[in-house]
């Protein structure tokens, strides 16, 4: 198994003409902004994508993207264990904002979706309220919101997050077959 890298964002910068970026985002979110000539694959079909991001990792070095930093890791290490040697985005696109880098918009349009974080908040947010509201008529509905407490913590601790997993699957955040078959292509012929 390979050792992923960590490049922060001025080495990536400094070299992104010459890296193959990947994009582990949802659509929705790759959609608000993205580093430049970055492929969209998000982390739930990396699996599918292993033989064209192989054949890529054979004509130039991988670095891998998402918000913050923890889905690109994750993405990385799955990458290693198929012998794909890849480096990750310190801190994420957040942190390739923050230090004042463009970001490339398709079509030159700003889409407003939300982020998964901003999601996984709302979402959990409104159980634990729903759990608390309900537990005033039955207490047993209570244990909701503990669940979702539970699940959190676990969440922090084994940085990975179920929730995300769950809503990366509504329509907003999956990918258009077409969408993905064109972005595998790329890759194919990068």
Same mark, same amino acid.
């Given at each position: 198994?390979?050792?992923? /890298? ?5 080495? @990536? ?8 970026? +990947?994009? !582990? /985002?949802?659509?929705?979110?790759? @959609? ?8 969209? =694959? ?21 670095? !891998? ?5 923890? /889905? ?6 799955? +990458?290693?264990?198929?012998? =794909?040697?890849?480096?990750?985005? $310190? ?18 349009? /700003? #889409? ?13 947010? @409104?159980? *634990? +309220?729903?759990?608390? $509201? ?5 207490? $047993?509905?209570?244990? !909701?919101?503990?669940? *979702? ?6 969440? $922090? !601790? ?7 997993? &769950? &809503?990366?699957? &509504? ?8 969408? +993905?078959?064109?972005? &595998?292509?790329?890759? #194919?012929?990068?």
């Amino acid at each position: 198994m390979t050792t992923p /890298r960590t490049l922060d964002t001025e080495q @990536a910068r400094t070299r992104l003409h010459e890296l193959i970026v +990947l994009d !582990v /985002r949802t659509p929705g979110e790759y @959609a608000t902004g993205h580093l430049p000539g970055a492929h969209n =694959i998000p982390l739930d079909h990396l699996d599918r994508a292993l033989p064209d991001i192989r054949h890529a990792a054979q004509r130039g070095d991988i670095l !891998v993207v998402c918000a913050s930093g923890a /889905r690109s890791e994750n993405a990385c290490h799955t +990458l290693a264990t198929h012998g =794909i040697t890849t480096a990750t985005l $310190a801190g994420g696109t957040g942190a390739w904002a923050a230090d004042g880098h463009a970001f490339h918009h398709p079509d030159g349009t /700003r #889409r407003t979706a939300w982020s998964m974080e901003r999601q996984v908040r709302l979402a959990a947010g @409104a159980i *634990v +309220l729903a759990g608390l $509201a309900l537990g005033r008529l039955r207490p $047993a509905f209570r244990l !909701v919101s503990a669940g *979702v407490a539970g699940g959190l913590a676990f969440s $922090a !601790v084994t940085n990975t997050c179920g929730m995300a997993a &769950l &809503l990366a699957k &509504l329509p907003h955040n999956r990918p258009r077959q077409g969408d +993905l078959e064109a972005t &595998l292509s790329a890759l #194919r012929n990068h």
